[in-house]
């Protein structure tokens, strides 16, 4: 039997016993999350990468093996509630939208950030190229389709090689975040503000998050602020 023809009910039992072996969920009454959320939240196990540029990294590698694959993971929320985005690489054109919808209305820890595979991606970075103009409107593609489903992410980890490809806090985060606890928004060089991020309108929305304890940003970011 090939790949092509393994029958949905058989992938759902084998993606059913992948995702057990690295994630559990949990539904306790006195657990912050799942009270303040909903009735379940993915937590993860201890043999799950926390390298989001881990190239088997569940859902995404099995997803990508065949388009029947990932039709049958996409009905499980709980197995998006980790999205990782990468401004380079294969998985570049992936439909943002659509994989953050896959996790329905589960708390999400969202990932941005570039693939370490090959690190040549560093180099290419450091050029006013096309290259760098691409990451830059990934990284606008990222957060517009983000930005709907702000109020139920609790962990934003963003890193790029430039600051200049960064976000704005004031302008790409403006609505009430509740369950926000840890925002990162980092980079391994610094060269100034992303002026294409910081000349946007501001909206008259704030941005709220009261229960954030972890706020890294850059230090143009900091200096703006």
Request: aromatic letters at 12%; a neutral charge.
């Amino acid at each position: 039997m090939s790949l092509a023809s393994l029958p949905s009910e058989l992938l759902v039992i084998i993606f059913r016993n992948i995702f057990s072996s690295r994630y559990s969920t949990c539904s306790s009454s006195s657990c912050y999350i799942c009270f303040r959320i909903g009735p379940n939240h993915v937590a993860w196990g201890p043999t799950q990468s926390f390298n989001p540029s881990d190239p088997t990294l569940f859902p995404f590698a099995l997803a990508a093996v065949l388009p029947h694959w990932r039709d049958v993971l996409s009905t499980v929320p709980e197995y998006w509630t980790r999205p990782v985005f990468f401004l380079v690489g294969t998985t570049a054109d992936i439909d943002v939208a659509e994989i953050l919808m896959y996790s329905k209305d589960l708390p999400l820890e969202v990932y941005v950030t570039r693939r370490a595979f090959p690190p040549v991606d560093d180099v290419a970075d450091q050029g006013k190229d096309k290259g760098a103009q691409e990451k830059a409107r990934r990284m606008r593609q990222v957060m517009d389709a983000l930005k709907p489903h702000l109020s139920r992410c609790q962990y934003i980890f963003i890193h790029t090689f430039r600051s200049s490809f960064l976000l704005s806090l004031r302008h790409d985060f403006s609505r009430d975040c509740p369950f926000l606890t840890q925002l990162k928004l980092g980079c391994s060089v610094d060269d100034g503000l992303n002026i294409f991020a910081h000349d946007q309108h501001l909206s008259s929305e704030q941005f709220t998050c009261p229960a954030i304890y972890t706020l890294l940003v850059d230090g143009p970011t900091f200096v703006r602020l």
